[in-house]
């Protein structure tokens, strides 16, 4: 049965009844998005209206293990659509450090199976309080161990729920994996995406990631792409080459002496850019005063 929107029943019955809404709209959605013809505006709707939002509400009312195939498939459809917007696949590492937050070094496309126990504890006992006093009587989850388990497998031995615990917030709880998620990919990674990742957990150096495309100040679909590889360890050529504006040194496979070529003075751009951008924000803030 369905009550308030979400399915009450057996995994075969709540299986169906997500794959259903899911079939029902998503396949039209991604498509819309994909050819958009803005890489940047895609990926944005995607990211705040058509990924893991789409799903908090079945993840926060359905337990977990019982709709773990609907999250997977739909886990693979948001990550396809990014694929295609991005023009390449992902490694594990990729697909991993995208499924964080963006605070956390991310892109915020995070996984609605990995983060759908932490949802239905939190709306567990988030409710639960409000629930007894309707029901004038204590409420017992006969998941709960189940969910905890499955919540504890995904984070630090020292975050491990038990018994007596009665969290309420969606969020620690989500950035609690996230942590344990960058941990482990952090362990995981080479040196010099071990730096890249430090990079990315710089304070404001995802700023650029959620940031409204607006007049000039938007990436083209090459900029967009190329920036995101760069910030997810992508390689953006097949093979290192000799670099076309030194005529002096390699440029590898991931782009990083395109930012200390000192040929063809794209420093000089990139800091005039810069100043032009800067300049035209005081303008406005002063033609406000
Ligand atoms: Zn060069």
New binding site residues.
């Given amino acids: 049965m369905t009550i308030l929107g979400s399915a009450i029943g057996s995994k075969q019955h709540c299986e169906n009844w997500i794959s259903q809404k899911l079939d029902s709209k998503m396949p039209m959605l991604i498509n819309k998005l994909e050819n958009l013809g803005h890489s940047q505006s895609s990926f944005l709707l995607l990211l705040y209206c058509a990924s893991f939002c789409k799903m908090v509400w079945y993840i926060r009312t359905i337990p977990s293990f019982l709709i773990s195939q609907s999250c997977e498939h739909f886990d693979a459809l948001i990550t396809n659509c990014f694929e295609n917007l991005l023009g390449s696949g992902l490694s594990k590492q990729s697909y991993m450090q995208a499924s964080l937050g963006t605070k956390n070094g991310g892109v915020g496309l995070r996984s609605s199976k990995s983060h759908s126990a932490a949802a239905y504890i939190s709306s567990f006992f988030k409710s639960k309080p409000l629930v007894q006093t309707f029901l004038a009587k204590s409420v017992v989850n006969p998941h709960m161990h189940i969910l905890f388990e499955s919540f504890n497998s995904l984070v630090s031995a020292d975050d491990h729920l038990n018994s007596s615990s009665c969290p309420t917030s969606q969020k620690c709880l989500s950035n609690l994996i996230d942590t344990h998620s960058l941990n482990l990919l952090v362990e995981d990674v080479s040196i010099l995406d071990k730096a890249r990742l430090v990079s990315c957990l710089m304070p404001h150096a995802n700023a650029w990631i959620r940031a409204l495309p607006a007049f000039r100040n938007k990436f083209s679909c090459l900029e967009w792409s190329t920036c995101m590889k760069r910030w997810l360890g992508v390689p953006i050529f097949n093979q290192d080459h000799l ?7 390699v ?1 590898d496979t991931f782009g990083h ?2 930012c ?5 003075g794209d420093r000089i751009k990139r800091h005039t850019v810069i100043r032009d951008i800067l300049f035209e924000f005081c303008s406005a803030l002063l033609g406000d005063l």
């Fill in positions: 670099c076309a504006a030194c005529q002096n040194q440029m002496h395109a200390v070529c000192p040929v063809k």
